[in-house]
């Protein structure tokens, strides 16, 4: 199943409400395999209803072979930038099953959502990826992102809701 380095034989498509399923299962992949299973909340209904429903929170595209079988996922969603003045796009999730790694894959899957960044008329289309990940981190600068020096910071769960008391 592995892809091409030029991506022949690769389709990129839009997700539909069809591939809720499939989003989900690529989803719970990329968590266990990321070491975030104990984290994963989603659920293929929910899946659904916020990629589908009335008020779509993100937007997905579906990487598949010819025989329309799955090689990976993104998922993305706009940002505005107060600093900037300007929407953005974040790339909040990129996942190439195992088989599919090391072809086109997934530059064609970011290669699609930098198309959605232009059409909304976005200044950026932005990514995190874990500091560790040192091929994934060479991977995003042969295609051109920049480490802007950041670390992701982030605090949920009980921590979460101690800060938030604190408002009163």
Same mark, same amino acid.
């Given at each position: 199943?592995?892809?091409?380095?030029?991506?022949?034989?690769?389709?990129?498509? /839009?997700?539909?409400?069809?591939?809720?399923?499939?989003?989900?299962?690529?989803?719970?992949?990329?968590?266990?395999?990321?070491?975030?299973?104990?984290?994963?909340?989603?659920?293929?209904? +929910?899946?659904?209803?916020?990629? @589908?429903?009335?008020?779509?929170?993100?937007?997905?595209?579906?990487?598949?072979?010819?025989?329309?079988?799955?090689?990976?996922?993104?998922?993305? @969603?706009?940002?505005?930038?107060? @600093?900037? /003045?300007?929407?953005?796009?974040?790339?909040?999730?990129?996942?190439?099953?195992? /088989?599919?790694?090391?072809?086109?894959?997934?530059?064609? +899957?970011?290669?699609?959502?930098?198309?959605?960044?232009?059409?909304?008329?976005?200044?950026? +289309?932005?990514?995190?990826?874990?500091?560790?990940?040192?091929?994934?981190?060479? @991977?995003?600068?042969?295609?051109?992102?920049?480490?802007?020096?950041?670390? +992701?910071?982030?605090?949920?769960?009980?921590?979460?809701?101690?800060?938030?008391?604190?408002?009163?």
């Amino acid at each position: 199943m592995t892809g091409s380095g030029n991506g022949a034989g690769i389709v990129i498509r /839009a997700a539909v409400a069809a591939d809720a399923g499939r989003l989900w299962a690529l989803l719970r992949d990329l968590a266990v395999e990321d070491g975030a299973g104990a984290r994963f909340r989603a659920t293929e209904a +929910l899946v659904a209803a916020h990629g @589908f429903g009335p008020a779509p929170r993100f937007q997905a595209a579906l990487a598949e072979d010819a025989a329309g079988r799955a090689l990976g996922f993104a998922s993305w @969603f706009p940002v505005y930038s107060s @600093f900037r /003045a300007r929407d953005y796009l974040l790339l909040d999730n990129l996942y190439v099953v195992p /088989a599919a790694r090391g072809g086109a894959v997934a530059r064609r +899957l970011i290669a699609h959502v930098a198309g959605h960044a232009t059409a909304l008329g976005a200044d950026r +289309l932005e990514l995190h990826v874990q500091a560790d990940n040192d091929r994934a981190r060479r @991977f995003y600068a042969r295609m051109g992102f920049e480490a802007t020096g950041g670390m +992701l910071q982030m605090i949920d769960g009980v921590a979460l809701d101690r800060l938030a008391a604190e408002a009163g």
